[in-house]
């Protein structure tokens, strides 16, 4: 069993492979205050629940492979694979990690482990050209060229984040559940905060998307949207760009760049 963990700004998603499919997965809060030893405990309880593998933590994983876009909680994972996984082949995805997806922007290291294990993902279901749109706590657009290479993308403020600053600094609004309203049109406050949410992001997606598309390809056509991220269902059924929804697109590329360097350790 591969366990797979993708560490986010807010979520942090475990996933465990059996060969090529995925049999389990587990969504927490990412909190960049736990040490090792209470992700040690946490891991252990939720791996205690699964059938395929053993009480004692460790168990039936016969790998691990993470990416992080928190240090401190990366530096923390490192430890938990060296205390209690120390026998398990561990990847950690940070610069000198083989993915074979060339990284062509100005700054490589700067680009988020997890866009570039989404590339990874991207092009070996998909092929290029491709865009990835992942819902998180940003929601990133990246472009995989047609050679499979990652020539950059696009942040924008997250679903979340925005539902959270209007409740924060709008006088006469409030934080709200994030859901599709009635109609465009609100017919109360909640409605109408609820209406910009979806829909505005639904809009977001889309006008990104052609633009990116009209740059990545002489066929705008040609180009794979493939979708992801927790908040993603939100908006699928609304954007008129997205191809293809692929929850654990993530947990997926983690398991290829895992493969890829597993024979090198």
Known sequence: MLLTIDVGNTHTVLGLFDGEDIVEHWRISTDSRRTADELAVLLQGLMGMH????????DGIDGIAICATVPSVLHELREVTRRYYGDVPAVLVEPGVKTGVP????????????RIINAVAAVELYGGPAIVVDFG???????????GEYIGGVIAPGIEISVE???VKGAQLRKIEVARPRSVIGKNTVEAMQSGIVYGFAGQVD?????MARELADDPDDVTVIA???????????????????PWLTLMGLRLVYERNVSRM
């Open 207 to 211: 006008g990104v998307v052609n633009r």
């Open 103 to 114: 990284i062509l922007t100005d700054h490589p290291k700067e680009v988020g482990a997890d």
């Open 228 to 246: 992801t991220g927790g908040l993603a269902p939100m908006v699928l059924g609304e954007s008129s760009v997205i191809d293809e929804h692929e």
């Open 137 to 147: 706590t940003a929601t990133t657009f990246d472009a995989v060229s047609a050679r």
């Open 165 to 167: 600053a209007l409740g």
């Open 51 to 58: 059938p395929l593998l053993g009480d004692e933590l460790g």
